[in-house]
């Protein structure tokens, strides 16, 4: 067979992720950027937000008794240190407050009796509020507090003789999730849009820095085999991307996820689409590699600001409510929200999936318009 | 082989451009140039820097677009019909732009496969391409990692991997030492000989003699046209040839004799129309005339020589 009757037309899809991979895997910046970044940003989330963080639960006191007995007691907690004592109350109405809120996992009360049933040698209790919406917090803390009351009678059964405190748990229900939980959505939308978007951003306008779009283009390949020969290589690289995070946070902060995986994968998916789609169409109209990291920055900060993420949508301004819809994080985080806080199908978030995927298609279509295919 | 070739012959004109220009802004950097080159021909372009070249180049294989202007490879029009003229053309730009960051064998594959090669045929023709341009060795190393002369041939092997009718070659011998550049221009040859075309830039005036026809270019236009034979006439305006004799003579007495460049008591250094021609008989005169010719021979003009002489015309 001749060499002109080998030739084959049609598209040049495969070769172009076959490169661009082999480029990504060789390039010690995609380790980096996919890897590393994305579980780095969920452990600092994770010692930031996380419960966990200083080893210690975040509580609050409500003291009824105000005597020596209850500041005794007290001490004994700080002294475990175990718990972050957030507050002191006098009212029992401060303390469930600050666990229906959810500024505190639970609220520890000392009954009006305290000192005197120490002093008297008569049996007492203490009255645990936990919230029971975070039922492995919940266990770590009744342990806790179990084990501080005990070390509190041993010490008390030595000056007033033998006795009994109880502590008596009740559960309350604050807000259904906080702390990491609550900051998922958040995190995958950063990791989802900075990594992908900034790597891809770069991807054409390197070549043209660097001189190789000028060997490229004198192959018979098209706009759209360049701008999905692309979209595909770059979305096999960060897929894992979005997969490990949800893992570590997983694995790592104790994070209860209520949505299913495949739930939470087609959401991450559709988002991942977009992020790259994005980064493609500032890859084509940027003319070298700062430009495109500079554009790259500034959609992440925009999308950061508008998207929920750090205010609700729902108290800025309608001006700010306006950029919000047209800011595709903004449905990835309300979608995902739903999905893996309260396990919501993902046919529950289609209209957010849908104004992603248009999102993602007029960010293609102009790609595939604005690719000039000649050099400078 | 070709598409064209199966239907006939390839027209005669591989590259034809009429008043090709390309302005940046104010700055006109190809003015309004014809260009004919005829198939199998080596033509060379030559001009200092900033002439125009590479710009002329890039519109030829249509990775920018002319201002004014066509361009036709083959009878194909470059802007028009680009995905179908770019079957004929093989580029090396004048700046490495393969893949660093893969092997030599992966970027004359890639290439091979974008250029729709497939299965044995590709493994094949890699393979043939690494062995006819001593890279067999490296085939492994990574391309930012071979020596300039490497990567030019690399360069050189993927313009070729799909047999194209014509190789343009912005500068192939830039940074390459004189043993590979000779062996350079022997693939040239060599590829000419196989019926290919080839536009070539050079700076080097020694290579430039090598091509069956030059353009000459300065400040965006096209001063001088020719082979390296003819360029050289018409920079001087004739042959320099040189005459030693004794007798007292008036050197413009001579036939075909248009001026006198030097005149050392006997000496005489002289531009004729055609030396070939005019020789023979600028003896017989000068017999005629008295006097006894002791020297009559053609003296060698460099092309740089000419090339000079034409830029300070231009300015
Ligand atoms: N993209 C561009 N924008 C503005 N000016 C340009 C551009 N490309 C080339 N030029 C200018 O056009 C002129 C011709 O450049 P060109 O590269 O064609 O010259 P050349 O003959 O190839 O030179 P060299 O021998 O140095 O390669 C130069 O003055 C150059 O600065
Ligand atoms: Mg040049």
Known sequence: MSLEEGIRKGLRIIPIVDKEIRQLVRDPKTILMVLLMPITVTILFGYGYGGKGAGKYPITVVDLDGGDGAFKFIQELRNSKMFDIKAIYRSKGQGFSSVYSGRVYASLVIPETFTEDLTKGRP???????????????????????????????????????????????????????????????????????????????????????????????????????????????????????????????????????????????????????????????????????????????????????SGVLVPVDVLSSEARLIASFVPMYYFVTAFRSVSLKGWSYLMVVDQLTTMTLFTVAFLVLSLRFLRMEVT | MLELERMGELPELAVEAKGLTKRFGNFVAVNHINLSIRRGENFGLLGPNGAGKTTTIRMITGVIRPSEGYVRVFGIDVARERKRALRYIGYMPQRFSLYEDLTVEENIRLYGRLQGLTGNLLRERVRELLERFYLWEFRRRLAGKLSGGMKQRLALATALVHDPALLILDEPTAGVDPPLRRKFWEHFRELNREGKTILVTTHYMDEAENCDRLALMNRGRIIAEGSPREIKRKALGGDLVEIVLEGDLNPMELPGVRSVLEDSGGRYLLIVKDSGRDLPRIVKRAEELGARVLLASPVHVSLEEAFIRFMGESE
């Open chain 1, 124 to 306: 007492t209790r203490v009255e645990l509020y936990y919230d029971a919406s975070n039922p492995s917090v919940a266990q770590m803390i009744m342990q806790a507090v179990g084990v501080v009351t005990q070390q509190f009678q041993e010490w008390a059964a030595d000056r007033f003789g033998t006795f009994a405190i109880t502590p008596m748990f009740y559960t309350v229900y604050g807000p259904k999730v906080k702390k990491i939980e609550s900051f998922i959505p958040a995190l995958m939308a950063m990791i989802l849009q900075m990594v992908p978007t900034s790597l891809i951003s770069v991807s054409i306008c390197r070549e043209r820095e660097k001189g190789t779009f000028e060997q490229f283009i004198m192959t018979p390949v098209s706009v759209f085999d360049i701008i999905f020969g692309k979209l595909a290589a770059y979305f096999l690289a960060t897929i894992s991307d979005a997969i490990l995070s949800l893992f570590t946070a997983m694995l790592l902060f104790d994070v209860r996820l209520k949505g299913t995986f495949l739930d939470m994968t087609i959401v991450s998916t559709v988002f991942l689409l977009n992020s790259l789609s994005l980064g493609l169409l500032i890859s084509v109209f940027s003319r070298n590699q700062l430009q495109a990291y500079q554009a790259s920055i500034f959609s992440f900060i925009v999308f950061m600001l508008f």
